[in-house]
């Protein structure tokens, strides 16, 4: 089991910038996939910034890709997303989430509780 806990949401206006953090409960493999997910009001959960633990080459949906930025620190097992020129759209639940399995098509087991960010217009 492993546990995880976002932290960093907030609210912004547009342009803005806010950072998350999710940290793991315990060490995650090399290999799996963490990711960052987010669900808006009315609206099907989405993953949008993936990365393999161990790797420096993350997968960026089109609607976030030049804007957000995932990074990942092993050592503290914590998972980052930075995001710059925040948009009224990006208004969501933010939530990280553990694969151990492929970052496209895989089943994410963990999930954290999610941390709210509301872009203003």
């Known amino acids: 089991q492993v546990d995880l806990v976002e932290s960093g949401g907030g609210s912004v206006q547009a342009g803005g910038s806010l950072s998350l953090s999710c940290t793991a409960s315990q060490y995650i493999s090399k290999m799996y996939c963490v990711a960052w997910f987010r669900q808006a009001p009315g609206k099907e959960r989405e993953g949008f910034a993936f990365?393999?633990?161990?790797?420096?080459?993350?997968l960026y949906d089109d609607s976030v890709k030049g804007r957000f930025t995932i990074s990942q620190d092993i050592a503290k097992n914590t998972l980052y997303l930075q995001m710059n020129n925040l948009k009224p759209e990006d208004t969501a639940m933010y939530y990280c989430?553990?694969?151990?399995?492929?970052?496209?098509?895989?089943?994410?087991?963990?999930w954290g509780q999610g941390t709210q960010v509301t872009v203003s217009s």
């Open positions: 989430a553990v694969s151990d399995q492929y970052c496209t098509g895989g089943i994410f087991k963990y």
């Open positions: 990365i393999y633990t161990g790797s420096d080459f993350p």
